[in-house]
């Protein structure tokens, strides 16, 4: 599907709604969302998507692509990020509170209402998909969140935590609306278009888009009910994407304020992170080393030199959820559940040419392929879970599949043991005493105790 630019004028929009794609969208955590600003859903779409490619690329992925041995931090406060001590409750006030809750959670729900009133019911769904999408990628690294009593504002600043079987019971639900909605062909009077981002307000995309994030969020629970989850995936799978042009990704540009979030962390903070420099080198590097992957100097180019970096670079089309990542889960799943040996084994091998196929490479593919490929009735977790942690470089994604899997095995950069979670923001430990979880350092994230739900099977 077309993956539409953002525009110099969506630019201006948003930079008049207090926008800004540096990470810092400026909306206000504590606003009435029973007298919101009346903003029409297509002025909102756009910020919503900017915002949620912004985090996910951003904090997010820096911080989990640290923690799964991607990158390593070599440089001023990401060196201590590196060795786990500077993995602190401040660093993640931002992305909480203002591209979550308030930059994309806020504006989505008054979007999905305004359109709802309006008769916009493929924008009602599209609320939907990407507040199911942002409510998974923030409760698998922070576990419990407020939820019910969150969006109040002054009548509620300290809203209780729900549990994150809730929310993912609440994120199933979201999912089932968008898939109804969208399954019914029924746009309204209300129709999206270049304001998407994403599709260009494209239905059937949305659709299998939302499929898709539906397998992956039963995939996290496979270790809770193996029979029912892997067969959900298997399910949604089969409506989900059918090739690279499905793949759910925003276009950045080159323009310097709508960047891709790496190039931007890249430019300003140059020389932080790398994949591997001096005794700082990445199992990721040394993995695919290893196999002669040639993907690898790509992947491992100088981060410094960002302006010609070939993976990070300006205009990147930043993936959120793609084909190589469903076929990999399509493996899986058929793997746990007993499936044919010639279905796994040709949902591996198609996880692998669409890898190289996103980063047009597909002519170093088959090679590759040939000197990784076990054979049909040998594909094993281990090569599933190996190929697709190299497919689905920097991508978060890749943190919850190291948690489910243990898959491929990492020493600590640091002590023994890797932080299974993110810590809770400053601002919820400080001033909201309904916070019970409490889960603020280094010995809490790494406390067996405190994984989050689906990792505690």
């Not at 640290?66 to 931002?94: E, T």
């Not at 305004?114 to 409510?135: D, S």
């Not at 930043?318 to 040709?346: C, R, S, V």
């Amino acid at each position: 599907m077309m993956k539409h630019k953002i525009t110099a004028l969506f630019m201006g929009l948003a930079l008049l709604l207090g926008f800004s794609s540096c990470e810092d969208y400026f909306g206000d955590i504590n606003v009435n969302p029973n007298a919101p600003i009346e903003v029409p859903p297509a002025v909102l779409l756009p910020s919503i998507e900017v915002n949620l490619a912004d985090v996910t690329g951003g904090d997010i992925s820096r911080f989990s692509s640290i923690l799964v041995n991607h990158v390593r931090g070599v440089a001023r406060q990401w060196s201590s990020i590196d060795n786990y001590s500077f993995i602190v409750p401040s660093n993640f006030d931002n992305a909480w509170r203002y591209n979550i809750y308030a930059g994309i959670l806020q504006d989505a729900r008054v979007m999905k209402a305004q359109a709802a009133e309006t008769g916009g019911n493929y924008y009602v769904a599209i609320a939907n998909v990407l507040m199911a999408y942002t409510w998974m990628m923030a409760t698998d690294v922070w576990d419990a969140m407020p939820y019910r009593e969150a969006f109040q504002g002054t009548d509620n600043l300290q809203p209780a935590f729900d549990s994150q079987e809730f929310i993912y019971s609440e994120i199933d639900n979201m999912l089932t609306e968008a898939i109804s909605i969208l399954s019914a062909g029924d746009p309204g009077s209300l129709v999206p278009g270049s304001d998407d981002l994403i599709y260009g307000g494209d239905a059937e995309a949305w659709l299998k888009a939302a499929h898709a994030i539906a397998a992956r969020a039963a995939l996290h629970r496979a270790l809770i009910d193996a029979n029912k989850y892997y067969g959900d995936v298997l399910t949604h799978v089969a409506d989900g994407f059918t090739g690279m042009a499905d793949d759910m990704r925003l276009q950045y540009t080159t323009n310097p304020t709508s960047a891709a979030p790496w190039y931007r962390f890249n430019r300003d903070r140059t020389g932080d992170i790398q994949m591997a420099e001096g005794d700082k080198v990445a199992a990721l590097y040394t993995i695919m080393d290893n196999l002669g992957d040639p993907r690898l100097p790509v992947y491992s180019a100088d981060f410094s030199d960002f302006d010609n970096h070939p993976y990070f670079r300006a205009d990147r089309a930043y993936p959120l959820i793609t084909y190589y990542e469903q076929k990999f889960m399509e493996a899986e799943a058929l793997l746990m559940t007993g499936g044919d040996a010639a279905a796994i084994h040709d949902a591996f091998v198609a996880g692998i040419q669409a890898s190289f196929d996103a980063m047009g490479m597909s002519d170093d593919a088959a090679a590759y392929i040939a000197s990784v490929d076990p054979g049909e009735g040998n594909v094993t977790m281990n090569d599933i879970m190996t190929q697709k942690y190299i497919a689905m470089y920097t991508e978060p994604e890749v943190y919850n599949d190291w948690r489910r899997t243990g898959i491929p095995s990492l020493t600590p950069n640091s002590g023994s043991t890797i932080p299974y979670r993110f810590p809770y923001p400053t601002s919820e430990l400080t001033l909201n005493p309904n916070n019970t979880p409490q889960v603020d350092g280094l010995d809490a994230i790494t406390d067996p105790a405190n994984k989050v739900w689906w990792d505690k099977n």
